[in-house]
């Protein structure tokens, strides 16, 4: 290469990448110490309108940057910022909020029914509605989502905040008004892809390829925390007025914060992200031309439909054997404390190994043998059993999630991150809508008398293995579903089968650190 060596380059995009000031410093992970940093002032020669033009790729790359471009002798490599934090933060608290709002009449949809003066069918619509609301918004996020995390949390934030004040005000009309809520309750569903697809593309932004699962596991989680506080919460927080009043109140407050996030670093973290983006429809003609997509497309899709389905029932499946309200609440925030648990503790190794393709085919065999499990756990009757498989499943769930999600980016690449995480979202959430009917139709049509089961409790509740309004068939649906899916995944890198992946992003990343570094790995320098 003209004289170069192997640690030099002519590439001025990763040359301002680096954009570091004279005061900036890296320590060698291999002996601790201080090195300086290659010169290169010698390798880079352009005039101001050539290094203009450079820097304004990364600049445009992101939505309301404000950049800067430093060349110095004192270091290379790639930075991160601790205002990062920040705007990660904020998808947290959106995701909670966002995932309350769809299940806060599912732990309650008993005497959510009588105080709007509905079925509990009914009831289940306002889930179903919210996760079908998700494909009506998706080509606005993409679009918004393309030019960065930043606007499309504002548009997340607006409707969350609409949706939440017109529930309240459906359920403040005499009697409740079954309609003004549920006009509130797809509000919020228009929200939702908006803050739930926007943590690959945040990290994508923001982190380095050793922070990335981190910072994917801990946004993605956020969603699940908020059907945990729902189950948890909402049955005790008084009657159907006063929930939705206190989920409304939370939401603004956590709604406000989103339009004083930064918008994008003033430089990039790592190779990758100094690309620009892939232009929508060029990146949907890469999605669609990859066979392993479709496989990880439907795994992803059907079992993100389950877990929405499964949250969504979670009430009606146990009550019919005597479990009450709060056990069954308790059940769901057990499903998620043990995922949230597990996802932290797995999250960290995958994100040092990149295991991303052994993830997948570690977690879905148990996500499988959980579900056929959960079909005999109503019937014991028992507080164990629906606790330790839901816990079992939860565990397994949660950590494939993030893993799933940064593989689809890898063998997606370099398609634009937030258009596979939106598309694989709005299939899991449109399942999910579809299941919950599915399953709500194979409920058993034998009336249910609530006041006497809440008072037999489970020791004494009449009815056997199939009483009154039980879901033993739509759990064996679930179960069903999970089982064919299985195949799929693991097809997923098999040469034979033509499902061969490759890791596009990681293998940029790579080579672009050891060119700048002599292939010995900086440390993330951090501001």
Request: glycine residues 8%.
């Amino acid at each position: 290469m003209d004289g170069l060596s192997h640690t030099q380059t002519r590439d001025p995009m990763l040359k301002n990448a680096a954009g570091f000031s004279k005061e900036d410093e890296i320590v060698s992970p291999v002996s601790g110490s201080r090195r300086t940093a290659y010169d290169i002032d010698g390798i880079v020669e352009m005039d101001e309108d050539v290094e203009a033009r450079e820097v304004s790729k990364w600049k445009m790359a992101s939505f309301g940057r404000r950049g800067r471009n430093q060349r110095s002798n004192s270091t290379t490599g790639f930075k991160v910022y601790k205002r990062r934090w920040i705007g990660l933060a904020q998808i947290v608290l959106l995701n909670i909020v966002a995932s309350w709002d769809w299940l806060t009449f599912a732990p309650i949809s008993s005497d959510a029914a009588i105080y709007l003066g509905v079925t509990e069918t009914d009831i289940n619509w306002l889930s179903t509605a919210f996760l079908f609301a998700f494909a009506v918004t998706c080509p606005v996020t993409i679009y918004l989502l393309h030019r960065g995390p930043k606007p499309s949390l504002i548009a997340g934030s607006v409707l969350i905040l609409l949706g939440n004040w017109i529930r309240y005000a459906g359920t403040q009309i005499e009697g409740g008004k079954f309609s003004v809520v549920m006009v509130g309750q797809i509000l919020c569903g228009l929200s939702q892809p908006f803050v739930l697809a926007a943590p690959t593309r945040y990290s994508d932004l923001w982190f380095t390829t050793k922070g990335r699962i981190g910072a994917t596991a801990v946004a993605s989680m956020a969603s699940p925390v908020g059907g945990a506080v729902a189950s948890l919460v909402n049955p005790a927080l008084g009657d159907t007025d006063q929930v939705v009043l206190i989920v409304a109140i939370i939401a603004t407050a956590a709604c406000l914060p989103s339009a004083f996030i930064p918008a994008s670093p003033p430089t990039p973290p790592a190779a990758s992200s100094t690309i620009s983006k892939t232009p929508v429809l060029t990146s949907l003609r890469v999605m669609f031309r990859s066979p392993p997509f479709y496989l990880a497309f439907i795994t992803f899709s059907a079992y993100v439909g389950l877990f929405n389905a499964f949250s969504s029932l979670l009430n009606q499946i146990f009550y019919p054997y005597g479990y009450t309200e709060d056990e069954a609440g308790l059940c769901g925030a057990v499903f998620i404390i043990v995922g949230l648990v597990a996802c932290a503790i797995i999250s960290p190794i995958i994100d040092r190994t990149h295991a991303y393709l052994f993830g997948v085919k570690l977690f879905v065999p148990v996500i499988v043998a959980a579900y056929i499990a959960i079909i005999f756990a109503p019937q014991t009757r028992t507080i164990v059993m629906p606790y330790v498989f839901s816990g079992l499943l939860g565990a397994a769930s949660f950590s494939l999630l993030p893993v799933a999600l940064e593989y689809l980016v890898e063998i997606t690449f370099p398609a634009s991150p937030e258009i596979s995480s939106t598309i694989c979202w709005l299939g899991g959430q449109v399942l999910g809508g579809i299941f919950i009917l599915i399953m709500d139709a194979l409920k058993d049509g034998r009336p249910v008398d609530l006041e006497a089961v809440r008072d037999a409790g489970r020791n004494n509740a009449t009815g056997g293995d199939k009483p009154p309004g039980h879901m033993l068939w739509g759990l064996v649906f679930q179960g069903a579903v999970a089982l064919a899916v299985l195949p799929l995944p693991m097809a997923l890198g098999v040469r034979r089968l033509g499902m061969q992946t490759t890791e596009g992003r990681l293998n940029k990343d790579r080579t672009a650190e050891g060119v700048l570094v002599g292939q010995v790995p900086d440390r993330d320098l951090e501001r």
